[in-house]
């Protein structure tokens, strides 16, 4: 079985580690990972049966070691669904993650926005998220191992995580917005009728990942924190046509303030 097999090689490369903490580091996000100390670094080309990203602006290996003096396991670049890996590829990832000690998983994504008062460069605190058009990565025979058949999502985003981390954003008088994250498959952007469909369905941002991430995380009985970068306000909300390049370079430029609140929410937690 994949989980046990990945499961089984990430816990031969952790050394002296035991992270609790994962991190899922979005597109043009992957900054953060560089301020892990004492990186013990494994490319997902080198963990056999792991899914391998293939888009520009993800780096495409695991590193674990010390931020902010905890230790923590960073996915520095995901995979999507819209590169062809089946949703369950997710489910073995996270399920790997939970068995080698992970409770904890911080996702963070490129994002455009659904209100033109939330531009881009916001940071907007995910609280919860629409699923209504991607595959459940849970579909198939459930293991009750690794989690339980019909997972309650009611705090998929965890309540208590997002009430710190918006004491953090207050101190810190970093902006943070709080909204609802929906997934498109991808890989094209939205068309303008697109972005109206999700705006009446309630959404605040769209993106092409994160929530198998999460759906998986919840199932495995971790908690979550999940943050966009807005890149780009939706297609026909702004003018200009969307490209990932320019999500590439105001990914870049919020990381800055997203860094700080992840950076500032691990350093203050109580334990590893
Ligand atoms: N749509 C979908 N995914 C995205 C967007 C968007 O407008 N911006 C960044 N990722």
């Known amino acids: 079985m994949n989980i046990e097999k990945i499961a ?5 490369r952790l050394g002296k580690y035991k992270p609790r903490t994962g991190i899922i580091l979005g597109t043009g996000l992957g900054n953060l990972g560089n301020s892990i100390k004492s990186p013990q670094i494994i490319p997902y080309n080198k963990i056999d049966g792991f899914p391998v990203s293939t888009v520009s602006g993800h780096k495409g290996q695991l590193i674990i070691g010390e931020l902010e003096g905890k230790e923590v396991l960073c996915m520095q670049g995901r995979v999507h669904l819209y590169e062809g890996h089946p949703a369950s590829s997710i489910n073995t990832i996270i399920s ?3 068995q080698i000690g992970i409770e904890e998983l911080i996702v963070t994504n490129a994002a455009g926005s659904l209100h033109k008062d939330m531009p881009a460069g916001s940071l907007m605190l995910i609280k919860d998220h629409i699923n209504l058009n991607i595959p459940n990565p849970l579909i198939g025979p459930n293991n009750e191992k690794y989690g339980p058949r019909f997972p309650d999502m009611s705090d998929a985003y965890t309540s208590s995580i997002r009430e710190k981390i918006k004491k953090i954003a207050k101190t810190q008088k970093i902006k943070l917005f709080e909204g609802t994250y929906m997934m498109m498959l991808g890989p094209c952007f939205e068309t303008s009728a697109e972005i109206k469909a999700l705006q009446v369905l309630g959404a605040d941002a769209v ?11 919840v199932h495995s009985g971790m908690k979550v924190l999940g943050i966009s970068v807005i890149t ?8 200009q046509k969307q490209s990932h390049e320019e999500t590439l370079a105001q990914a870049a430029q919020a990381a800055e303030k997203l860094n700080i609140l992840i950076k500032t929410y691990i350093r203050d937690k109580d334990n590893g």
């Open 207 to 217: 993106g092409m990942s994160t929530v198998p991430e999460v759906i998986c995380a």
């Open 8 to 12: 089984t090689q990430i816990s031969q």
């Open 232 to 239: 780009n306000l939706g297609t026909g909300i702004q003018e």
């Open 96 to 98: 790997a993650f939970r």
